[in-house]
């Protein structure tokens, strides 16, 4: 039968799921493309659809959930939450199934008991237990034919990043849920498709789960091999709708325009005639909203130059992300650390009043202040603040978006060329303690043990642990171009040959941590290396190797058929330079 899932196709979920019909209402019938002789029939009719566990030789193994958001009772009483749908960036915002008018304990309603359960299995620490964790299959109800129901758009395999017991409201009453936060994979080598044959071979009580991975996608594959450090490489970008006549499809009704982007939650007052688009005020923080707060911060100038007291202080919240310290910290803390930052790289002259960005940061909408009285909610006081020691920090959505070292990485980059242009970025990701997001390369790890006199000079001892780089990936790049730069062509003779240099995109180095292959390398001449790895050009999603300053185009990156490059290295790259040019206007948020 069918056996193919593509991202972005619509299967229609009808009463009907006889898997012998192909197609129902003129769309692929869901239950013959996921029909199999071994597994029961899957469910689409809730939420959050388990398959049932099979005993294995590695142990239990449940071969799918299958999740299904629908926008149609959004923000009512039966269903008061909004699921969130960024699936240009990967990722995906679901809530449980826990509501307002249930009596048992929160997490053991069915839908949040199977998915708390994936939570563990996903973050299982070693590849055997991540190789067992049931994959994640996400489908979002659209409207067809003038209907609501019985539609489905599939978006793809995701991972679960984490879960979180959260409080909801409805009817006025406050009652608690799960929330869970899920990368959608870049299922791009694959062709945007899933083989359902995956999802057999993990029902299959005699295969092994190590037999069942030669079926699975690759970014499954890496991410049961590396965890969750596979994630900034491994999850989805945007993917086109496929391209196919839709068939006894009418032009939709107003409020009904989905595809290719998913509906706005309906307002908190439950109508049913009226979708809207969050407003910038919206509890949901995507990664363009992190970005463009980050570009436009209400500073205050002096001498005609912005004040450096609020990218400091948001640069100090990035580095506590960074460092998995809590993304709030006291009041006292923040001083004690902001004001050698503000004293060290704020603008000349300039005073040094941690208590100004600490409180009114609030105005970028990615900070929280927790613990002032209302009397003091609104004036900067260090006097008052020492006595009360309120707390301060990016807000818990912003941290969660930031603990992605690509989103963390280009945050970063939008501070300081926005802002802090002019300072000694050495010096300031040092004190930060973020030393190596400052270049592409990064930095290698070194320890010094102890410090002794000997002689005139004191003398200490270090260890240090290199980075071994392969020798034979690095002259077989640089033979296939010929030692060519790959963005000037230039080929430097030397007295014995001619001479290239071999560039990591993402730096092996830290934090960076890039892999040592052959779609990870170009091939620079000097000048080029050293304008790459200091984040001074960077190639667009088109190809064209263009100036970080400018955005001017310098040219070409020149290719080779026997060289492919990672667009995942790319961006990041990218996202170095502050130029991750994803166009991030659309939003795809649903229930």
Same mark, same amino acid.
């Given at each position: 039968?069918?056996?193919?899932?593509?991202?972005?196709?619509?299967?229609?979920?009808?009463?009907?799921?006889?898997?012998?019909?192909?197609?129902?209402?003129?769309?692929?019938?869901?239950?013959?493309?996921?029909?199999?002789?071994?597994?029961?029939?899957?469910?689409?009719?809730?939420?959050?659809?388990?398959?049932?566990?099979?005993?294995?030789?590695?142990?239990?193994?449940?071969?799918?959930?299958?999740?299904?958001?629908?926008?149609?009772?959004?923000?009512?009483?039966?269903?008061?939450?909004?699921?969130?749908?960024?699936?240009?960036?990967?990722?995906?915002?679901?809530?449980?199934?826990?509501?307002?008018?249930?009596?048992?304990? =929160?997490?053991?309603?069915?839908?949040?008991?199977?998915?708390?359960?994936?939570?563990?299995?996903?973050?299982?620490?070693?590849?055997?237990?991540?190789?067992?964790?049931?994959?994640?299959?996400?489908?979002?109800?659209?409207?067809?034919?003038?209907?609501?129901?019985?539609?489905?758009?599939?978006?793809?395999?995701?991972?679960?990043?984490?879960?979180?017991?959260?409080?909801?409201?409805?009817?006025?009453?406050?009652?608690?849920? +799960?929330?869970?936060?899920?990368?959608?994979?870049?299922?791009?080598?694959?062709?945007?498709?899933?083989?359902?044959?995956?999802?057999?071979?993990?029902?299959?009580?005699?295969?092994?789960?190590?037999?069942?991975?030669?079926?699975?996608?690759?970014?499954?594959?890496?991410?049961?091999?590396?965890?969750?450090?596979?994630?900034?490489?491994?999850?989805?970008?945007?993917?086109?709708?496929?391209?196919?006549?839709?068939?006894?499809?009418?032009?939709?009704?107003?409020?009904?325009?989905?595809?290719?982007?998913?509906?706005?939650?309906?307002?908190?007052?439950?109508?049913?005639?009226?979708?809207?688009?969050?407003?910038?005020?919206?509890?949901?923080?995507?990664?363009?909203?992190?970005?463009?707060?980050?570009?436009?911060?209400? =500073?205050?100038?002096?001498?005609?130059?912005?004040?450096?007291?609020?990218?400091?202080?948001?640069?100090?919240?990035?580095?506590?992300?960074?460092?998995?310290?809590?993304?709030?910290?006291?009041?006292?803390?923040?001083?004690?650390?902001?004001?050698?930052?503000?004293?060290?790289?704020?603008?000349?002259?300039?005073?040094?009043?941690?208590?100004?960005?600490?409180?009114?940061?609030?105005?970028?909408?990615?900070?929280?202040?927790?613990?002032?009285?209302?009397?003091?909610?609104?004036?900067?006081?260090?006097?008052?603040?020492?006595?009360?020691?309120?707390?301060?920090?990016?807000?818990?959505?912003?941290?969660?978006?930031?603990?992605?070292?690509?989103?963390?990485?280009?945050?970063?980059?939008?501070?300081?060329?926005? +802002?802090?242009?002019?300072?000694?970025?050495?010096?300031?990701?040092?004190?930060?303690?973020?030393?190596?997001?400052?270049?592409?390369?990064?930095?290698?790890?070194?320890?010094?043990?102890?410090?002794?006199?000997?002689?005139?000079?004191?003398?200490?001892?270090?260890?240090?642990?290199?980075?071994?780089?392969?020798?034979?990936?690095?002259?077989?790049?640089?033979?296939?171009?010929?030692?060519?730069?790959? =963005?000037?062509?230039?080929?430097?003779?030397?007295?014995?040959?001619?001479?290239?240099?071999?560039?990591?995109?993402?730096?092996?180095?830290?934090?960076?941590?890039?892999?040592?292959?052959?779609?990870?390398?170009?091939?620079?001449?000097?000048?080029?290396?050293?304008?790459?790895?200091?984040?001074?050009?960077?190639?667009?999603?088109?190809?064209? =190797?263009?100036?970080?300053?400018?955005?001017?185009?310098?040219?070409?990156?020149?290719?080779?058929?026997?060289?492919?490059?990672?667009?995942?290295?790319?961006?990041?790259?990218?996202?170095?330079?502050?130029?991750?040019?994803?166009?991030?206007?659309?939003?795809?948020?649903?229930?």
């Amino acid at each position: 039968m069918g056996s193919l899932l593509r991202v972005g196709e619509v299967f229609r979920s009808a009463r009907n799921r006889d898997p012998e019909v192909e197609l129902i209402d003129g769309y692929p019938n869901i239950h013959h493309v996921t029909a199999s002789e071994r597994l029961a029939q899957i469910q689409l009719s809730k939420g959050i659809n388990p398959t049932a566990k099979v005993r294995t030789p590695s142990g239990p193994r449940r071969p799918c959930i299958l999740i299904r958001s629908s926008p149609w009772k959004a923000g009512t009483a039966e269903t008061p939450w909004h699921d969130v749908f960024d699936l240009e960036n990967g990722r995906i915002r679901y809530f449980g199934d826990h509501r307002v008018d249930h009596t048992m304990p =929160v997490g053991t309603t069915p839908g949040n008991a199977v998915l708390l359960e994936a939570s563990t299995e996903h973050q299982g620490r070693t590849a055997e237990q991540r190789a067992l964790a049931v994959p994640l299959l996400v489908f979002a109800a659209v409207s067809r034919n003038k209907t609501p129901k019985g539609y489905v758009k599939f978006c793809g395999v995701a991972v679960m990043d984490h879960a979180e017991q959260i409080e909801q409201q409805a009817k006025g009453i406050t009652f608690p849920n +799960y929330r869970y936060e899920l990368s959608v994979l870049d299922l791009s080598a694959e062709d945007n498709q899933v083989d359902w044959a995956w999802i057999e071979a993990r029902g299959n009580p005699e295969l092994t789960a190590a037999d069942t991975l030669g079926l699975a996608p690759l970014a499954w594959r890496r991410w049961v091999e590396q965890g969750h450090a596979a994630m900034p490489r491994g999850r989805r970008e945007a993917i086109p709708t496929p391209q196919r006549e839709e068939p006894n499809s009418p032009k939709p009704e107003s409020g009904q325009n989905l595809p290719p982007s998913l509906p706005a939650p309906r307002t908190a007052s439950g109508s049913d005639s009226t979708l809207r688009t969050p407003p910038e005020s919206s509890a949901e923080l995507m990664v363009g909203q992190l970005m463009d707060r980050l570009r436009n911060l209400r =500073v205050h100038k002096r001498n005609g130059l912005p004040s450096r007291h609020k990218p400091l202080a948001l640069l100090w919240g990035i580095s506590r992300v960074a460092t998995g310290k809590p993304h709030l910290a006291t009041w006292r803390e923040f001083r004690d650390e902001v004001s050698g930052l503000l004293a060290e790289f704020g603008l000349p002259d300039s005073s040094v009043t941690p208590e100004y960005p600490f409180l009114h940061l609030q105005t970028s909408q990615l900070w929280d202040v927790r613990g002032l009285p209302p009397e003091q909610a609104s004036v900067a006081h260090a006097a008052a603040f020492d006595r009360i020691n309120p707390e301060a920090g990016v807000s818990a959505q912003t941290a969660t978006l930031l603990a992605d070292p690509f989103v963390r990485s280009q945050a970063m980059a939008v501070l300081r060329e926005t +802002y802090l242009a002019d300072v000694d970025q050495h010096a300031l990701m040092g004190r930060l303690g973020l030393t190596g997001y400052e270049t592409a390369s990064g930095i290698e790890p070194s320890t010094q043990d102890h410090t002794r006199g000997a002689g005139p000079a004191a003398r200490s001892t270090a260890t240090s642990s290199r980075i071994i780089r392969d020798t034979a990936l690095r002259a077989k790049v640089k033979n296939l171009h010929g030692d060519r730069c790959q =963005v000037c062509a230039l080929q430097l003779a030397t007295r014995y040959g001619t001479y290239s240099e071999a560039a990591h995109i993402r730096g092996l180095g830290h934090p960076h941590d890039g892999p040592d292959e052959l779609p990870n390398l170009l091939v620079l001449c000097p000048n080029h290396h050293v304008q790459f790895d200091t984040l001074a050009i960077y190639i667009d999603p088109e190809g064209y =190797v263009r100036s970080t300053a400018d955005d001017r185009s310098i040219g070409r990156l020149r290719r080779h058929p026997a060289h492919p490059l990672d667009e995942a290295h790319l961006r990041y790259h990218r996202a170095l330079c502050g130029r991750n040019t994803t166009d991030h206007a659309a939003r795809d948020v649903i229930a």
